[in-house]
Nanobody, 126 residues
Framework: QVQLVESGGGLVQAGGSLRLSCAAS????????MGWFRQAPGKEREFAAA????????YYADSVKGRFTISRDNAKNTVYLQMNSLKPEDTAVYYC???????????????????WGQGTQVTVSS
């Protein structure tokens, strides 16, 4: 079965950096658009970043643009999220998700994603 396993979360001070990883199994990884979402306490899950199956295109939410970088290694079935200049408002559980081909790449709606990981906690202290 499909598994997405996130790692790399933790506690960091404001201005610091973290790198999240998501290892995928049970699917043809290179066929899928991969995304990162996050959910803060009491808030709805929101889109953060997505990367095309080829890795040639990326898309970011305005709230993370210029600070976060999404990348993927299709040979390792892994997607990454490099997070720099972290702010307390970035505190959330971060989820990776896989979306099959079709539709507009920039469409960031969560229901379009077929598979989800269990999430990893990121806490940014002020």
């Amino acid at each position: 079965q499909v598994q997405l396993v996130e790692s790399g979360g933790g506690l960091v001070q404001a201005g610091g950096s973290l790198r999240l990883s998501c290892a995928a199994s049970g699917l043809t990884f290179s066929y899928y658009i991969m995304g990162w979402f996050r959910q803060a306490p009491g808030k709805e899950r929101e889109f953060a970043a997505a990367i095309h199956w080829s890795g040639g295109s990326v898309y970011y939410a305005d709230s993370v643009k210029g600070r976060f970088t999404i990348s993927r290694d299709n040979a390792k079935n892994t997607v990454y999220l490099q997070m720099n200049s972290l702010k307390p408002e970035d505190t959330a559980v971060y989820y990776c998700a896989a979306r099959s081909r079709g539709g507009r790449f920039e469409d960031s709606r969560a229901p379009l994603y077929n598979y989800w990981g269990q999430g990893t906690q990121v806490t940014v202290s002020s």
